[in-house]
């Protein structure tokens, strides 16, 4: 089990601070053209710094394994209430089967291998 949670926390630790940092210097990557405002690129930039400060708690979780329990419990709330954000219009009438899986396989994911055991 410590293989897969170290190459979940490998994996979304990369993606997030790859994704955080591309939408931290392009917040147009992200935003329709018709979308784009100070307000709009701000938020995305916030937005971003908090998926770079994510991804690096992900990838500190692999190196320091046995101490991770409160960080990786951290996650899990982080990643329930992003995910939470997104199911009301997942799960409404412009829901795709797509979305949902990428809004909840995360949750799955850092749920299962979340330290819940005696720290």
């Not at 949902?100 to 799955?108: D, E, G, R, W």
């Amino acid at each position: 089990m410590k293989a897969f949670t170290v190459a979940v926390y490998g994996l979304f630790g990369v993606l997030a601070v790859a994704a955080g940092l591309l939408a931290f210097v392009m917040p147009a990557v992200l935003l329709p053209p018709d979308g784009m405002s100070p307000l709009t690129v701000h938020l995305t930039r916030e937005l971003s710094s908090a998926f770079v400060f994510i991804g690096l708690m992900l990838l500190w979780c692999i190196r320091h394994y046995p101490q991770r329990r409160p960080v990786h419990l951290a996650l899990v709330v982080f990643t329930v209430l992003l995910a939470g954000a997104h199911w009301p219009d997942d799960f409404g009438d412009r829901g795709q089967l797509s979305s949902i899986l990428v809004n909840s396989i995360p949750v799955a994911l850092i749920a299962i291998t979340a330290p819940f055991g005696r720290p």
